[in-house]
């Protein structure tokens, strides 16, 4: 099956300072690959997505960058603030219902 | 009008016993999971129903049983209960098999003692 990692797994960063998240995959027929954030006790929630057939895909402050060839891909985001604070999750997936996550990574915005 | 919901939010229990977590979702979505969240907040999926049909069972122990009574709904029900069971439990669902936003639930915590 499909292995996802993601580093780093803390990350505490400046207010406005940028914040990468970076993650790779094992299975070459994975296509899709979202972003979901979990603020502490809630539940995740997207907060973007690529597809295999983009390079780069951005959303206002989030940004999210697939190397296919290398199998990685990454999430930016610029000019934190102290609402990015949460866990960050990425996932991959072939078939659109079977999805497999990173181990999350715990992002610290310092005022 | 919440989208996804989970019963029962904490769920605190003794090993051995049997417990079940339901979940129920009013976005008209066809295709519901489970994922179980462990201490170390890894995310990992057990099940997937499509239209009230198991389409992915990822190597669960055959003591949780999921039951989908029909397309709204997905229950989870686990036998037995270990300490290793402890966890947040999460449902979600999304429209179709296509690649398309999974909806979470507000999780439940389970602790065996």
């Known amino acids: 099956g499909e292995n996802v990692e993601q580093h780093p797994s803390t990350l505490s960063v400046q207010e406005g300072d940028s914040a990468v998240i970076k993650c790779t995959y094992s299975?070459?027929?994975?296509?899709?690959f979202p972003w979901y954030k979990q603020e502490l006790g809630k539940r995740p929630q997207l907060i973007i997505d690529?597809?295999?057939?983009?390079g780069e895909k951005k959303d206002q402050r989030i940004a999210v960058t697939l190397n296919k060839t290398a199998k990685h891909f990454s999430l930016h985001i610029t000019e934190t603030q102290p609402e990015d604070s949460a866990v960050y999750f990425c996932?991959?997936?072939?078939?659109?219902?079977?999805?497999?996550f990173g181990t999350g990574t715990s992002l610290t915005v310092i005022p | 009008d919440t989208a996804v919901s989970q019963t029962p939010k904490y769920l605190v229990t003794q090993m051995g016993n049997d417990k079940s977590i339901k979940c129920e979702q009013n976005?008209?979505?066809?295709?519901m999971y489970w994922y179980k969240q462990d201490s170390k907040k890894f995310l990992k999926i057990m099940f997937s129903?499509?239209?009230?049909?198991?389409?992915i069972n990822e190597t669960v122990p055959n003591r949780f049983s999921p039951k989908s009574p029909d397309k709204a709904h997905l229950n989870l029900h686990i036998n037995s209960l270990e300490l290793g069971d402890s966890a947040v439990y999460f449902c979600?669902?999304?429209?179709?098999?296509?690649?398309?936003?999974?909806?979470f639930g507000p999780g439940t915590r389970l602790t065996v003692l």
């Open positions: 690529i597809r295999s057939n983009v």
């Open positions: 996932a991959a997936s072939r078939t659109g219902n079977q999805f497999y």
């Open positions: 979600a669902s999304s429209q179709g098999t296509g690649f398309n936003e999974q909806f």
């Open positions: 976005l008209g979505h066809d295709t």
């Open positions: 129903y499509n239209n009230k049909e198991l389409i």
């Open positions: 299975d070459s027929a994975s296509n899709y």
